[in-house]
């Protein structure tokens, strides 16, 4: 600075003058303040275009409305679409009309498909009066206002166990902050104190009393902690018991058969099969199939289809109000439906496999308990046949010695034969010399009988028999890195060689505004990891909801934790270059001289962390995320479709190329105003997202963390990130609350193992309050460093396995429930094991004679946002004699 201070001589390494020569700047800051200030331009100029353009077909179709108010015979809906109106003006008015028609009707879906629309889960919910009644703590807190307001709109018991999870976080922000000003206040009682260690306490007198309390708070402060998080366990499993006990759904009347022959396809057979082993009466049967099938090419996709169009000629025919006109439907898909369909189902019915996998509806819970007590599993023979001479050797030479008793043989190896996969194990049954040179093998498999702890629609049919899962999963895998890796190449060390780097090198900081906005791309960044790892975890080809939850808890944490601190790491180099960790207990070769540059530099470093995670971390780049990957999804879809479909005036490549960036990728004419999209496509594209409630956990888990690294930072103002986090765990909860329920799609949140996981991965953040207790014993000369490592490990596994004594990590299921009849509860809540399958709603709209006799007769789907298929009787599931289709 001049002699004045008023103005700078000269400038560091990489920083320039500003104009007025008042202070030393970073050309990059000011580009990126400049990007920064362009871009609330060009948000404001878009919201203006989209008002205007609003406005615009707000005119228009009122225009169109009058005119066909006055000329109803030119204006009129063509009877048909191959009619001569084809070729004719007035026909292409009709089209855009229908255009915005079928968007408006996939908006009303969307509408419908929310979590909070006319859903079923009131039925779900426990009767007041029995709960009244109940003796249990966590029954009759249920009860409480509180406690209901979240258990409205309630599709299985993972919602509820979710909020209750925000217990977890909110009383860590609150005995945190305590434990942190309270030893701030004991420490430090006067204002002289306070500034002392503020202005780096030149002696370390008051940082040593300030790190004393800090020390004693911390250990209280975890075993208090470690107490809340096993009760609180204990409550989210008494809470899963009683949500069971008090809630009939379609779990309750299911088990499991895992192992099945794939050639066992035949319901009837199979039903009649199980009865005669269970020795009681079923409902029906519903046989997961191999819908990845090499040997059927694009199978999954060909059953998708034929679903897709059935719904369209359901959505047709409604009589009930819903649904949509003819006009506003393919005539080629009801074309399909009424023949070719049929046709080509029956002829495909034979090819299809099974994928080892069905479940036995029974018609009462007590019959369920009964099975399940007394079967843990069967013998089902079948005879396979090996496609190759090569496949056949493999087999014989897994094929152990001959059993003495029966002439039985067993294989000693796992082996595939046919595409059928066979464990170790397996009985193989003495065959003639003709089943040999034919390479025919008969085998007796052992089918496992266990209770299905997930609901229909959970039930991945589509993935039921996937291989090559491992592959896939490496693949998720090395696409996340990958993305990573492109994240960091394209933004984080372009940020950190021009803009971190520079405040390094003279030991400073950005300033507010950047370190805001380092924060929010910090926070985007991490949602782009997520987005990726969620998209990449589906292609995997996990069977249920529930592995696929768990596979992104675990793997979402792991991810989570390995980006945030990488990029905090990175994002606070300038500051850690003086972290030391000065020790405060007199070992140690620092000397008094340098005790105020390391306080200094703590204190810097405690600050920029704090105003990187606020509110640009926490909050900012959260909202971005949610905007970006929820609300702008719909506006961009809505914009693109109205262009290329209403408006329909694009020359056809650039109409193509826009509808690339449309999901399901509506096919546009290449005859201007010709273009058609249809109600259904509408649909699929505005259908809401899934609620990722595997995701939102790894939040929970990772910010409390990151907020406990102040606990290793000798600030007295670390407190204030307490708070400020309890703040978050409320945010977090209203908008979910509020916002996320609002506009994510209904789906079955049935999955115990997800809440299971989270309770299990709760013990990081307590890890880290006890490594914060070892690394001040150690900074005050208690300990050795060795022992920070060693708490960590050894409050992971005093955790781990408290909650495995106590039995709280594994699911519940109450035997003796108050029994209620099957048919009262599919009428109730209308998804079952039969509408949600695909194939076997298939079967009973076009083949029903493939059921081999008597058999459940499910020939509407279910999908959430369609409830209303099931007000017509004729959609309703029930037991007849089939016949001709």
């Given amino acids: 600075l001049a002699p004045s201070g008023q103005r700078c001589l000269s400038c560091a390494a990489d920083f320039a003058l500003s104009p007025d020569g008042a202070r030393c700047v970073l050309p990059a800051e000011l580009i990126i303040v400049d990007v920064v200030e362009a871009l609330l331009v060009f948000i404001g100029i878009v919201i203006a275009l989209g008002i205007f353009i609003k406005i615009f077909f707000f005119v228009q179709a009122a225009r169109q409305s009058k005119r066909a108010r006055e000329h109803p015979r030119e ?46 889960a009131e039925d779900l919910e426990p009767d007041p009066a029995a709960l009244s009644k109940d003796t249990d703590f966590w029954a009759r ?50 204002e002289a104190d306070f500034a002392a260690l503020a202005n780096f306490d030149h002696d370390g007198v008051a940082a040593r009393r300030f790190a004393e309390a800090l020390y004693a708070n911390l250990l209280w402060l975890y075993w208090a902690l470690f107490a809340f998080s096993i009760l609180h366990a204990l409550g989210q499993k008494r809470w899963r018991t009683h949500f069971d006990r008090t809630n009939s759904t379609m779990e309750d009347y299911a088990l499991s058969l895992s192992g099945l022959p794939c050639s066992w396809t035949c319901e009837a057979e199979l039903q009649r099969h199980v009865e005669k082993w269970f020795d009681v009466e079923v409902v029906g049967v519903s046989i997961g199939y191999n819908l990845n099938d090499p040997k059927i090419p694009d199978l999954n996709d060909t059953i998708w289809r034929m ?67 007394v079967n843990r599993g069967i013998l089902a023979e079948t005879e396979v046949q090996a496609e190759t001479e090569a496949e056949w050797q493999k087999l014989q030479k897994a094929v152990g010695k001959t059993c003495s008793s029966r002439g039985f043989r067993y294989l000693e190896k796992k082996v595939t034969i ?69 994240l960091l190449a394209l933004i984080f060390l372009p940020l950190g060689r021009y803009l971190l780097q520079p405040y390094s090198a003279v030991h400073a900081a950005p300033g507010f505004l950047v370190q805001q906005l380092q924060g929010f791309i910090f926070g985007l960044a991490n949602n782009i990891l997520g987005i990726t790892m969620w998209l990449q975890a589906w292609g995997v080809g996990f069977s249920t909801w529930d592995h696929l939850d768990s596979f992104i808890v675990i793997f979402g944490v792991a991810v989570s934790f390995f980006n945030t601190i990488f990029f ?10 003086g972290f030391c960790a000065a020790p405060l207990g007199g070992h140690g070769d620092r000397g008094a001289a340098n005790v105020a540059a390391a306080f200094a530099a703590e204190q810097l470093l405690a600050n920029t962390l704090y105003d990187t995670l606020v509110p640009g971390w926490l909050f900012s780049g959260f909202l971005i995320g949610q905007v970006m990957g929820n609300v702008w999804p719909n506006v961009q879809n809505l914009l693109l479709l109205t262009v290329v479909f209403v408006c329909d005036c694009l020359p056809f490549n650039i109409a193509k190329v826009l509808t690339l960036l449309i999901p399901y990728n509506p096919e546009p004419s290449r005859k201007t105003g010709r273009s058609r999209i249809t109600a259904r496509q509408a649909e699929l594209v ?89 690394f001040w014993g150690y900074r005050l000369g208690y300990n050795e460093i060795a022992r920070i ?31 209620v009849d099957y048919w009262d509860v599919a009428k109730r809540v209308k998804f079952s094991w039969f509408n949600c399958n695909p194939v076997h709603v298939l079967k009973s709209a076009y083949a029903q ?21 099931f007000n017509e009787p004729s959609a309703q599931e029930r037991r007849s004699q089939p016949t001709s289709a």
């Avoid at 299921?813 to 029994?819: A, M, S």
Wanted: positive net charge; aromatic residues 14%.
């Fill in 141 to 190: 807190l249920s009860t409480c206002w509180l406690c209901r307001v979240h258990m409205r709109f309630i599709v299985g018991v993972g919602l509820p166990v979710f909020y209750n999870f925000h217990a977890l976080p909110a009383i860590a922000a609150l005995a945190s902050g305590a434990a942190a000003w309270d030893a701030a206040r004991r420490s430090l009682p006067s």
């Fill in 75 to 120: 204006s009129g809906t063509p009877s048909s679409f191959t009619d001569g109106l084809l070729a004719t003006k007035v026909w292409n008015y009709n089209q855009k009309e229908l255009n915005m028609t079928a968007i408006r009707t996939g908006l009303a879906n969307w509408f419908r498909a929310r979590l909070m629309y006319e859903t079923n």
């Fill in 686 to 774: 505005f259908q809401p997202k899934e609620l990722a409630l595997a995701w939102d956990y790894a939040s929970y888990i990772v910010m409390p963390t990151v907020s406990f690294a102040f606990f290793f930072v000798l600030s007295p103002q670390m407190w204030r990130i307490f708070p400020v986090m309890l703040g978050w765990v409320a945010f977090m909860y209203l908008f979910h609350r509020i916002v996320t329920l609002n506009i994510s799609k209904k789906q079955m949140h049935a999955s115990e193992g997800l809440v299971i996981y989270a309770e299990f991965l709760w013990g990081v953040p307590l890890s880290v309050i006890a490594a914060a207790w070892a």
């Fill in 307 to 373: 679903k897709e169009r059935l719904v369209v000629a359901l959505d047709v025919g409604q009589a009930s109000g819903y649904g949509y006109s003819q006009a506003l439907a393919s005539p080629e898909d009801l074309e399909l439906v009424k023949g070719e369909d049929q046709q080509n189902f029956k002829a495909l019915v034979p090819r299809l496999r099974g994928a080892g996998f069905a479940v036995v509806v029974f018609r009462s819970k007590a019959d369920v308990d009964l099975v399940r007590k």
């Fill in 418 to 486: 046919g595409g059928e996969f066979f464990p170790r194990g397996t009985l193989v049954c003495p065959s003639s010399e003709k089943a040999h040179s034919n390479r025919r093998v008969k085998l007796k498999k052992f089918v496992s009988v266990t209770h299905s702890c997930v609901e229909p629609p959970s039930v991945l049919w589509e993935n039921l028999g996937a291989r090559r899962w491992k592959k896939r999963l490496a693949q998720t895998v090395v696409v996340t890195i990958l993305v990573f890796l492109l």
């Fill in 849 to 869: 004679e493939s059921f081999g006799g008597e058999h459940v007769h499910a020939p509407t789907p279910f999908f959430f946002g369609k409830e209303y298929f």
């Fill in 789 to 819: 490592p060693i708490a960590v490990v050894a409050s992971f596994l005093m955790y781990f396995g408290s909650l495995l004594l106590l039995g709280v990590i594994q699911s519940v299921h109450v035997y003796g429930e108050v029994d």
């Fill in 568 to 577: 905090l790491f990175f994002g606070l180099w300038p500051e850690l270059g």
